[in-house]
């Protein structure tokens, strides 16, 4: 068996690499139910796997327990877990399937009420 020699900085490199592979990155999120034909937005550190929550019913008593046919339907990165809040908070504030939907439609809606809610 040869082994190979690996110098500091490619090992840095790796370390990077595998760093930004599995840091898991504020989001707040839309999701939506055909069935319901329902919006809910929530916030998390890991969209793919929340999903997963949602549809199979993991938060017994919440609202998406009540479906679970859940689409991605806008997801927004945030650079802290707290602008991920203050967004979720801003969007359920409005109240509004068409301003949920005009989210989607007009992204400059999105970059407007991120900086609304950033710090």
């Known amino acids: 068996m040869v082994r190979a020699h690996v110098g500091p900085q490619i090992k840095a490199a790796l ?5 930004i592979k599995t ?4 989001f707040c999120y839309i999701i939506y139910s055909p069935q319901l034909d329902s919006y809910y937005t929530g916030s998390c550190a890991n969209f793919d796997l929340r999903l997963k ?3 199979s019913k993991k938060y017994a008593s919440s ?11 806008l997801v927004i990165q ?7 809040l203050r967004l979720e908070r ?3 504030q409005m109240k509004s399937r068409v301003f949920i939907e005009n ?11 991120k900086k609304q809610t950033s710090i």
């Open 15 to 19: 370390g990077l690499l595998f760093y």
């Open 23 to 26: 840091r898991s990155m504020p």
């Open 53 to 55: 929550a949602h549809n």
């Open 63 to 73: 609202y998406t327990s009540k479906s679970d046919d859940w689409k991605r339907f």
């Open 78 to 84: 945030t650079e802290t877990n707290n602008h991920a």
């Open 90 to 92: 801003k969007i359920k």
């Open 103 to 113: 989210l989607k439609k007009y992204p400059e809606l999105v970059d407007k009420i």
